[in-house]
């Protein structure tokens, strides 16, 4: 099994990023998929979850600002980020939660935002 993260980058406050994680191996059905991030010298914290049935939650920090989505045609899971603040900066990792017992980690994606 293989997550594989994309789409960060440096933007501007204010700005948009699109981030993108494949999964390969035949998990994606069966798993809960998530996003996560962490900040240098903090701990790791949850952005965003979306279920297999599609039910999401999401950190209050990034309601409204956020949303995440599925392909599972693709078994792909995005991150639609606007109005971003530079205190979202931080290393965005993927989440596969595989029957919600085993948990899969891509290797994160740098997302910086400068004022």
């Known amino acids: 099994v293989q997550l594989q993260a994309s789409g960060g980058g440096l933007v501007q406050a204010g700005g948009s990023l699109r981030l993108s994680c494949g999964v390969s191996?035949?998990?994606?059905?069966?798993?809960?998929m998530g996003w996560y991030r962490q900040a240098p010298g903090k701990q790791r914290e949850l952005v965003a979850t979306?279920?297999?049935?599609?039910?999401?939650n999401y950190a209050d920090s990034v309601k409204g600002r956020f949303t995440i989505s599925k392909d599972n045609a693709k078994s792909t899971v995005n991150l639609e980020i606007s109005s971003l603040k530079p205190e979202d900066t931080a290393l965005y990792y993927c989440?596969?939660?595989?029957?919600?017992?085993?948990?899969?980690w891509g290797q994160g994606t740098q997302v910086t935002v400068s004022n």
């Open positions: 989440n596969a939660k595989f029957r919600r017992l085993v948990n899969y």
């Open positions: 191996g035949s998990i994606f059905s069966l798993s809960d």
């Open positions: 979306i279920t297999t049935d599609g039910i999401t």
